[in-house]
């Protein structure tokens, strides 16, 4: 049974860091690609940031230079490093797992599994 468990949300000012983690069990974690997405209160949800199997990443423009996503295949866990957040990072962020797939000669994730959250605050 695939398990994802994200943990490491919080309340912090602006400009503030947080790491989220994601831990991940049930399946061989280093096969599959991996991704951060996050949704705020009235919004759609947000790719925010992709590992894919080959550990290249790929970031939404909204978080390039301030976000990091990382993985420990030892561990089966994912990171979502955040330095510099703002307000309008305020969301529940969710992990998620998939199977790599290729379009147009660009790989893709497929995402099959998910978390269940872990909340970010962001405060002015």
């Known amino acids: 049974q695939v398990q994802l468990v994200e943990s490491g949300g919080g309340s912090v000012q602006s400009g503030g860091s947080l790491r989220l983690s994601c831990a991940a069990s049930?399946?061989?974690?280093?096969?599959?690609?991996m991704g951060w997405f996050r949704q705020a209160p009235g919004k759609e949800r947000e790719g925010v940031a992709r590992?894919?199997?080959?550990?290249?990443?790929r970031y939404t423009d909204h978080v390039k230079g301030r976000f990091t996503i990382s993985q420990d295949n030892a561990k089966n866990t994912l990171y979502l490093e955040m330095n510099s957040l703002k307000p309008e990072d305020t969301a529940m962020y969710y992990c998620a797992a998939g199977t790599t797939y290729y379009s147009y000669g660009a790989q893709e994730c497929a995402y099959n599994y998910w978390g269940q959250g872990t909340q970010v605050t962001v405060s002015s």
């Open positions: 049930g399946y061989t974690y280093s096969s599959y690609c």
């Open positions: 590992i894919g199997s080959d550990g290249s990443t």
